[in-house]
């Protein structure tokens, strides 16, 4: 079951601070693309990013006509991408991309804006996950990017806003709002509030919308989804004291377990998932047994799978880590249940 933020329907179409937004985006994907685009590289620049991140921020670059160049995780055993100053001064890089996962800030931040603050390259903070992340400690940067859809701290219709780029720019490059971008944002909001389940007109506009083919052109988010975002990133502050809830009850019940642990995180967080590293596939077996739903994005990647086999610190650790959503929206009863299985584990 998914549970996100049900006090927003009723309210949300009638935000008078949509107008406030910052620069808005169909997609986080397309968000990436039009500030690499604002960059003014040449093509086949080489650009600097996980190899453990979402595909779709692979297929910005690759979409642009830029080289992505992938950095191997940590040796730690922890999610984190290795920035190395070092590193980075050995791959003739143009851009780098630096993604914050999971509600976190990098723990290599600071020396990577150094790094690029010194030698001139652009920086893209990727916040897609993050919006919430103190932002005064992104001292150096080329832009942001936070995005709304599955998965993220502020899940709401989907879209992204960017940080970073001129208006002039932005109104150049942006294309207005397809047909069906608002009616596709609203079935989805709806699938992630009332757990898929949908209505006889709902399934109806499904089966229309549905084949359809995704608009790929860079366009402007759409009225509906401007809406849901503010409201979504006003909530974000107002959850976090029931999201940190539920994570320290899920981390207690996990503290003395031999086939589980939390992954270190190094620094405040979101707290709206909780990383698990995980140290045999007959775990996902117990969680599946048991009504726990579980994320893997190593399991989701496809972009990028010829240089797996060269980063063996992603093939070691990387198939380990599972996500486990700390939603304030969760019922009590829901996450005191995952608690005991996790528990029993």
């Known amino acids: 079951m998914s549970y996100y933020f049900p006090s927003i329907i009723p309210s949300f179409q009638s935000v008078e601070s949509a107008s406030d937004l910052p620069f808005s985006v169909n997609s986080g994907e397309n968000g990436i693309r039009l500030l690499l685009r604002s960059y003014d590289l040449p093509e086949g620049a080489r650009v600097a990013l996980p190899l453990f ?3 779709s921020l692979k297929t910005a670059v690759l979409k642009e006509g830029l080289t992505p160049v992938y950095l191997d995780l940590k040796g730690d055993g922890t999610f984190w991408s290795d920035y190395h100053p070092d590193l980075l001064a050995g791959l003739s890089v143009s851009v780098v991309i630096l993604v914050h996962l999971y509600g976190f800030i990098h723990p290599d931040t600071n020396a990577v804006m150094d790094f690029c603050k010194e030698r001139k390259l652009p920086l893209l903070h990727d916040a897609a996950q993050s919006f919430g992340l103190d932002e005064t400690k992104l001292s150096y940067s080329s832009g942001i990017v936070y995005s709304f859809g599955p998965g993220k701290s502020s899940t709401a219709a989907g879209g992204a806003v960017v940080k970073g780029i001129t208006e002039v720019f932005y109104g150049e490059q942006m294309a ?3 047909p069906f971008q608002s009616l596709r944002a609203s079935l ?60 320290n009850l899920l981390c207690s019940a996990i503290e003395k377990s031999e086939r589980i642990t939390e992954v270190a995180t ?55 880590f599972i996500e486990i959503s700390t939603e304030a929206s969760l019922p009590e009863q829901e996450v005191e249940r995952i608690a005991d299985v996790l528990h029993k584990a």
Request: proline share 5%; with cysteine.
């Open 53 to 55: 991140v979402c595909d």
């Open 176 to 178: 207005k709002p397809g």
């Open 188 to 247: 989805f909001l709806k699938s992630r509030l009332y757990s898929y389940t949908f209505g006889w007109l709902d399934k109806l506009l499904l089966k229309i919308v549905g084949p359809l083919q995704q608009d790929d052109e860079i366009r402007e988010a759409s009225s509906f989804q401007k809406n849901a975002a503010v409201v979504a990133m006003k909530l974000v502050k107002e959850l976090q004291p029931e999201r940190n809830k539920h994570y």
């Open 266 to 320: 190094s620094g405040e967080g979101l707290h709206f998932k909780l990383i698990l590293k995980i140290n045999s596939s007959s775990f996902l077996d117990y969680l599946r047994q048991h009504q726990v739903p579980f994320f893997s994005l190593y399991s989701s990647l496809h972009l990028g799978k010829e240089v797996f086999e060269k980063n063996p610190n992603f093939q070691k650790h990387a198939p380990s």
